[in-house]
Structure formats: structure tokens, C-alpha cells
Nanobody
């Protein structure tokens, strides 16, 4: 089992940058694939980016390719999302997620979730 706590959200102007962090508990963190999802009110939670256990496989939603970068530091039990060139449509609550299987993680199948952090991009 793993527990996740996000931080780093806030208010930023369009074109700006933010770096989200996700701190994980549990000595087995390195055995989990990790991902970021986001959700706006009234819409389903959507996939943003995912990373497998050893950072060898990385996936991004088309809407964030070239602007967002996911990374992890297993020694620090942490996951990061560097967000550049932010747009107003990136406004959402961002959630960190984990699952032992990368495919299941990306399909949102029984993921472990953090509590979320709000990102607001003003125009």
C-alpha cells in the first residue's frame, strides 16, 4: 500500500510555470508506476502523464506534450510534474496516482490517489 500527498499548486498567469510534487509513503514506492491526472468540476478525471518504475517508459496526454515533464526520485519517494507554458485550460485539481501496473494506472483501475492540489491559470 502507498499513501500520496501532493503539493505545489497555486495561481499562475498564462505562460508561466509551476512544479507539482507528490510525496509517497511506503518502502515499496519504487515498485509502483506513477502518474498525474487532473479534474475540473463536472468533468471526468483525465490522464496527464505517467511514468513506470524505473522511468524507462513515459507517457503524456497530447494536450500537455512538450509543455509538461513527469519525473520521479525513488530515493526521495517523490514524483514531480514540471508544468511550463501554462494555459487557462490547464486549470484543474491535479492528482498524483500510483499502481503496480502501468497499464492499469493509465486506465484508472483501482489506483492509489492523493488528495489533489489546485492549479489555476489566469489569462
Amino acid at each position: 500500500q502507498v499513501q500520496l500527498v501532493e503539493s505545489g499548486g497555486g495561481l499562475v498567469q498564462a505562460g508561466g510555470s509551476l512544479r507539482l510534487s507528490c510525496a509517497a509513503s511506503g518502502r515499496t514506492f519504487s515498485m509502483y508506476a506513477v502518474a498525474w491526472f487532473r479534474q475540473v468540476p463536472g468533468k471526468e478525471r483525465e490522464f496527464v502523464a505517467a511514468l513506470n518504475r524505473d522511468s524507462g517508459s513515459i507517457y503524456y496526454a497530447d494536450s500537455v506534450k512538450g509543455r509538461f515533464t513527469i519525473s520521479r526520485d525513488n530515493a526521495k519517494f517523490s514524483v514531480y510534474l514540471q508544468m511550463n507554458s501554462l494555459k487557462p485550460e490547464d486549470t484543474a485539481v491535479y492528482y498524483c496516482a500510483a499502481h503496480r501496473a502501468l497499464g492499469s494506472l493509465m486506465n484508472n483501475e483501482n489506483n492509489y490517489w492523493g488528495q489533489g492540489t489546485q492549479v489555476t491559470v489566469s489569462s
